[in-house]
């Protein structure tokens, strides 16, 4: 094969690869950045998720609270219907003793 075939076909075939080469490299290098920005997104997240959690405990107790503030209610309008009126009723929770 003479060299004015062989050496265009070869600088075609090498400046093929060098521009796959640079394209794999450029993309890899985009991959990376938005896999980082995943993963920070992906932390924010969880930071929210664990706030929603840490409030929704707090709803939770304090939903459980006014339920037993409820049931005492009841218990003492249930005493007071019944003419056990005035009682030592004491609510449960906080220690306050209401009349």
Same mark, same amino acid.
């Given at each position: 094969m003479p060299i004015e075939v062989w050496l265009p076909l070869f600088?075609?075939?090498?400046? =093929?690869v %060098?521009?796959?080469a640079r394209s794999l490299a450029i993309q890899g290098a985009r991959a990376v950045e938005l896999l980082t920005q995943l993963k !920070?997104? %992906?932390?924010?997240c969880q930071v929210g998720i664990e706030a929603l959690r840490m409030v929704d405990t707090d709803?939770? #107790?304090r939903l =459980? !609270?006014?339920e037993q503030k409820v !049931?005492?209610? !009841?218990h003492y309008l249930e005493l007071a219907s019944a003419g056990k009126y005035p009682h030592p009723y004491t609510?449960?929770?906080?220690g306050k #003793?209401?009349?």
């Open positions: 600088l075609t075939v090498l400046s =093929a %060098v521009y796959s !920070e997104k %992906v932390s924010i709803v939770d #107790r =459980a !609270e006014m !049931e005492d209610l !009841e609510p449960r929770g906080h #003793r209401a009349a």
